[in-house]
């Protein structure tokens, strides 16, 4: 298992994007990776579709060396997930330690938040880009963006291009 040694977060909210979660959960699973899902709180979080997702650890209790990576989800869960203190700072405290962080479509409301997008080249979600420009980064309308250890995307059609930059990123 190529990833056997790495320990990845995903952050989950209410109005997650079902394949923005799953998809990364289940691949990054099957290149042996430790997946964690991570939530404000301890509960059973519900997708825009209604598919649910269990938060099996709080992000008061997460601790940020103890992650590889994190990746954010889109839909309307990053307009929830940025108003707790404890997911900014864990989101933060991944990228300052060289920690991979991944965000996909909506999900740059989160790294906005965390204030980690500064002079960085990004993507997102096109509704959303004036927000990732005025928070100082450098917007690309591309399917993935890596600018070293911060990795966008833009939408679920975007996860074949995405997966794969994350995969190839953590096996370094």
Known sequence: MVLSKKR???????????????????????????????GPFAKEYHSKHGYPAEADLVADEAKAEEFD??????????????RYPAILNLVKGVY?????????????????????????QATCFFAIKD??????????????????????SRTPQDLPAFLPAIITYLKR
């Open 8 to 38: 990845m977060a995903i952050l989950v909210e209410d109005m997650y994007e079902d394949l923005e979660l799953w998809y990364p959960y289940y691949r990054l699973r099957e290149e042996g990776a430790v997946v964690r899902i991570i």
């Open 69 to 82: 990576g994190i990746i954010i989800p889109g839909g309307f869960a990053p307009d929830r997930l940025r």
């Open 96 to 120: 300052e330690k060289g920690g991979l962080i991944a965000s996909i479509c909506h999900g740059a409301w989160v790294i906005i938040s965390a204030g980690i997008v500064k002079g960085k």
């Open 131 to 152: 927000d990732l420009i005025n928070a100082g980064a450098i917007y690309l309308d591309q399917e993935v963006v890596i600018d070293n250890n911060l990795i966008t």
